[in-house]
């Protein structure tokens, strides 16, 4: 038989290598085009198993199972295959340290709950994923399963507690004989109708109506290589982007990728030794939503013999004529990553970046990599550089930035050290970085306690120090922090931080640093919320910058009447306090409410309504969406922007009430051929 049974699960979460709650045991076999998975999850409390027919990937906070799996056993990356005790699914791929939760593959599975606890199947065919075809295909897997209410997550194979959460060293391999060989062939062709209209002095102007049509293609050349191409993806954003609090900026917001065409492989642009710190200003260097308005696009990704990684990725921007970017010119989008792994974990990787517009090109390109010294210690690199050319403002710039982060983690004990070196004359065009003209060293170290009291499940006190110099104005600034962050009873989490820093802006010096306090967790299977409370010290950022300080708090709430239908409700605020003269310069809130009610596995109604105070706005989203699989789709959705202005004697005037100033309609439809 070549069926495999598994029943050797202990905990990583929250300690490492202890005997779970509750036994697990698993199946996994294969035949032809398809792997097959199968758990018996067992409960002595199957009333608290905490499980919702909800929306699909909106099951991390439930009990479930997942699949991680390695098609290559390289120890490079993994693909995460999630499903809850009422069948709905999860999926996400981890590289480079990160799990990317935006990837949506076609796969299937059923879950039951019954009187001893819940059964999961799972069919994975081969076209969704990639894998080396051959007589033999060695593949690796390592299983979990987490129960909510306990906050207690337990794996097989067990993890080795002195390799810490080194999860791409700890798989098992599995050795499949005779895999069908498929050819991937895919298509998505879409259509998406939008329509607007907005209040121009007191009169509705229809500014957009459009309907648009796209095609998203896929072919597999081999089993691991794959070629992606697009012609005028839609953003597919169904939703409008959470409410940040958007003034008093250093530097730009970050808004998360959205469309499906620049999600699927975004993890192939994950680098070493980049955002690793809280302080660390290289966030990604490939951040696909600075292209704006794609027209087409193309991916090549996938494996070069056993080896070899190649990623790239090309997109034509046409800017020109859009609404909101009506002045900015037409631009050429370029990526290229390789990959070649080494011993265990370690690789060493090579990226280029470049953006093209008339006279004007940024390229980017460098090293990095990995080195594991030992099984709980690894060194990580980077080394980048950046050209900046533009004839029309007779610019060159040449800037660097390099980075190494020295990272250990065991059961006991996490600790890192990092340097980092940005000059300001560096650039990165396609991705994200907050700030150039630095140079710094860190050091943080975080010991784990597990405390014999049982209503305390483990402390994590961590010390963090980091000392930069800005080299634009020749000054040092400085961040550190101590905490404690407390994991109590089942799910519930209690972190104090206190935090003393500067941060040097236009050559001034300013304390930043204060008091953080988090209480938040899982209180029953219906009920979750946790709020974050900061004062700290703060800059007003402006030509004439002036000390500060400032309250924030964050709050969310999601309760569960029953389970179809789920309420979501957030809040941020901020203000600003002159130190110097006392006042309150300003006072921003954000509240937002989100209510679904999912009808069953593929159809769902959301309500979004947002309240900006700050800017007198209600802002509103509502949605019809159905989801066979990834791929194939419809969404109806209507949103509207209220404000209380009023269009009178030639102007527009405070009011009391509520007036619209915007509303849309949207359609999209499309569907997934694969043979």
């Known amino acids: ?144 399963r987490k129960i909510s209410r306990l906050s207690e997550q337990s794996c097989s194979p067990p993890m080795d507690p002195d390799k810490g959460y080194a999860f791409l060293t700890q798989m098992t391999p599995i050795a499949y004989q005779g895999l069908k060989k498929n050819i991937l062939l895919e298509a998505i062709p879409a259509f998406t109708y939008t329509k607007r209209f907005r209040d121009e002095s007191g009169e509705w102007n229809r500014y957009y109506d459009r309907g648009e049509f796209s095609l998203t293609a896929k072919y597999g050349i081999t089993s691991d290589l794959v070629l992606d191409a697009t012609y005028n993806p839609d953003f597919s954003q169904v939703e409008s982007d959470a409410g940040q609090v958007d003034i008093n900026l250093r530097y730009a917001l970050y808004y998360p990728e959205k469309r499906p065409f620049f999600l699927e492989g975004k993890e192939n642009y994950h680098l070493s030794a980049i955002n690793n710190t809280e ?107 950046s050209q900046t050319q533009s004839r029309a403002e007779d610019l060159n710039l040449q800037g660097y930035t390099f980075g190494a982060v020295y990272h250990h983690d065991d059961r006991n004990l996490m600790y890192n050290f990092a340097i980092k070196d940005i000059t300001e004359d560096f650039r990165a065009d396609v991705g994200y970085i907050t700030r150039t003209g630095l140079a710094q060293a860190t050091a943080m170290i975080r010991p784990h306690l597990y405390p014999r009291a049982s209503w305390i499940r483990r402390i994590d006190l961590e010390a963090f120090t980091a000392q930069s110099y800005d080299r634009i104005y020749y000054m040092w600034e400085t961040f550190n922090h101590v905490s404690a962050d407390h994991h109590l009873f089942g799910a519930i989490r209690f972190k104090v931080k206190y935090s003393y820093s500067t941060e040097v802006y236009l050559g001034q010096r300013f304390r930043t640093g204060g008091f953080h306090v988090l209480l938040g967790g899982q209180f029953n299977k219906r009920l979750s919320a946790s709020v974050l409370y900061r004062n700290l010290n703060s800059i007003y950022y402006s030509d004439d910058p002036y000390q500060g300080r400032s309250n924030s708090i964050t709050a969310d709430v999601s309760y569960r009447p029953f389970d179809r239908f789920e ?109």
Request: hydrophobic share 35%; proline share 3%.
């Open 567 to 675: 309420t979501e409700f957030s809040y941020i605020f901020k203000n600003f306090h002159d130190k110097a003269e006392g006042n309150q310069v300003y006072a921003y809130s954000i509240y937002r409410a989100r209510l679904t009610f999912q009808f069953n596995r593929y159809l769902f109604f959301r309500l979004i309504e947002e309240y900006n105070a700050y800017y007198r706005e209600l802002q509103s989203d509502i949605l019809l969406s159905f989801t066979y699989i990834p791929g194939t789709v419809i969404y109806v959705g209507y949103g509207s922007v209220d404000s209380r202005l009023e269009f009178a004697d030639g102007e527009y005037r405070p009011v009391e009430g509520f007036n619209r100033m915007q509303r849309g309609f949207f359609f999209k439809a499309s569907y997934l051929f694969r043979l």
């Open 1 to 144: 038989s070549n069926t495999t049974y598994v029943d050797d699960y202990m905990t990583f979460i929250p300690d490492i290598d202890k005997a779970p709650t509750y036994p697990t045991v698993a199946y996994m076999t294969y035949y032809e085009d398809n792997l097959y998975f199968a758990f018996r999850c067992f409960d002595g409390e199957v009333d608290k198993i905490k499980s919702a027919v909800t929306a699909r990937d909106n099951i991390a906070t439930d009990d479930f199972i997942c699949i991680n799996l390695d098609p290559f056993n390289d120890h490079q990356g993994l693909t995460a295959f999630y499903v809850n005790p009422s069948g709905v699914q999860m999926d996400s791929r981890f590289s480079a340290g990160i799990e990317d939760p935006t990837v949506d593959l076609v796969w299937y599975s059923e879950s039951v709950i019954d009187e001893q606890g819940y059964t999961v199947e799972v069919r994975i065919p081969l076209k969704s994923i990639r894998y080396r075809n051959g007589e033999t295909t060695v593949m690796s897997v390592f299983l979990e």
């Open 279 to 385: 302080v660390d200003p290289v966030i990604n260097i490939v951040h696909t939503r600075n292209i704006l308005n794609p027209l087409v696009g193309a991916k090549l990704s996938g494996k070069l013999g056993a080896r070899n990684t190649l990623s790239t990725l090309y997109a034509y921007d046409e800017r020109q004529g859009t609404v909101e970017n009506i002045d900015q010119r037409d631009a050429n989008f370029s990526v290229m990553r390789y990959k070649r792994s080494l011993q265990g974990d370690s690789y060493i990787g090579m990226i280029y970046t470049g953006k093209d517009e008339k006279d004007y090109g940024s390229h980017l390109g460098g090293l990095d990599g990995t080195m594991r010294i030992n099984k709980s210690t690894t060194l990580l690199y980077n080394v980048l550089g």
